[in-house]
């Protein structure tokens, strides 16, 4: 039996707290479903929603950018919260800019303080639990451990 429960067979339940899909083009549905994730964040998050919401913001700015729909999915289960945002765009290329971000980590952050762009996957990676990325680059998927400080994600 304990090798059913920790390999898997059991899973945590997962609740569904929000799930959408939108046009990038309308600003006005961006607005509400930011607004509506921030309050989901206040009440789920209450301690660390603000660093959550920046970093889901960077993830949202990104695929609005370089896409024309996008979808998000936020879930939580007993110990974590999980914000799904997918593009249909081409993606990038996630090994080499996660490279850079584990090469040159604190002196990253100096070199891209004033830029227009790429902070975001650092933001992403410094503020959340675990960050993890599709293959193809155009899905990230943020976990947050729900009443405590950072720490290592568990399955």
């Avoid at 799930?19 to 964040?41: A, M, P, Q, Y």
């Avoid at 660093?51 to 996008?70: D, G, H, P, T, W």
Wanted: overall charge negative.
């Amino acid at each position: 039996m304990t090798k059913l429960i920790n390999g898997g067979f059991f899973r945590k339940q997962e609740e569904s707290l929000m799930k959408t899909c939108f046009n990038t083009g309308n600003s006005e549905v961006i607005i509400d479903i930011k607004n509506r994730v921030s309050r989901l964040l206040q009440a789920v998050l209450p301690d660390e929603h603000i660093l959550v919401e920046v970093a889901f913001n960077e993830a949202i700015n990104n695929a609005i950018s370089v896409s024309e729909a996008v979808e998000v999915e936020i879930t939580k289960d007993e110990k974590y919260v999980k914000l799904i945002v997918k593009d249909n765009g081409k993606g990038f290329d996630v090994e080499s800019s996660l490279q850079e971000i584990e090469v040159k980590g604190e002196k990253l952050m100096d070199e891209i303080l004033w830029s227009e762009s790429g902070r975001g996957l650092y933001l992403m990676k410094k503020v959340m639990d675990k960050v993890e990325y599709n293959k193809k680059g155009n899905q990230v998927t943020l976990f947050k451990q729900i009443g405590g400080s950072k720490r290592e994600y568990e399955h």
